[in-house]
């Protein structure tokens, strides 16, 4: 079942919670959504604008750039929530351009972290590199960015959590 499907059951079963007469409520109100957009009393805004409508990342939408080689991309981004403690999260991987390199974040943390991270191509390119490589891993990397015994897919993640409260 999609997200969108699940957030409609999850609706439609606290309507119904709620009993006959806050279903019929609901088909009120609908029913005068419905009057007010096709009188033109209510406008919506343009679907680029609408809070309401989860917008995509540009990094979302590109295309995949296989003429590009893969190079070895490395990406970190602090995730800070209060009362939940700090993380930084740092990830590496395959990827022909930064896009790609985005989108397989995203597959990991979501795609609000993903797009906050700081990313880049080549081992020097990120912060926090020295506090989640060991030396014989960023050896590794390395090689496998010079094409040096490289697999076909390679991932590394790794997160460091701490709460002071």
Excluded: C
């Excluded at 019929?24 to 009393?41: P, Q, S």
């Excluded at 896009?99 to 020097?124: H, I, K, T, Y």
């Excluded at 891993?137 to 002071?164: C, H, I, Q, S, W």
Aim: hydrophobic share 40%; charged share 25%; aromatic share 10%.
């Amino acid at each position: 079942m999609s997200e969108e499907n699940r957030a409609l059951e999850r609706q439609a079963r606290y309507v119904a919670k709620n009993g006959m007469s806050s279903v019929e409520h609901l088909e009120e109100v609908i029913a005068r959504a419905r009057e007010l957009l096709e009188t033109g009393e209510v406008v919506p805004p343009p679907i680029e604008e609408n809070p309401f409508i989860p917008r995509a990342y540009p990094w979302q939408l590109s295309e995949r750039r296989p003429d590009l080689p893969k190079r070895v991309w490395l990406g970190t981004v602090e995730d800070f929530k209060t009362g939940q403690g700090h993380s930084v999260y740092f990830a590496a991987g395959f990827a022909h351009d930064e896009d790609e390199f985005r989108r397989s974040m995203a597959l990991e943390l979501g795609p609000l972290l993903a797009n906050g991270a700081q990313v880049g191509a080549g081992l020097d390119s990120v912060p926090f590199k020295n506090m989640f490589l060991t030396q014989k891993l960023e050896a590794m990397l390395a090689g496998f960015d010079n094409g040096k015994d490289r697999p076909a897919v390679m991932t590394y993640l790794a997160k460091y959590y701490a709460n002071y409260s």
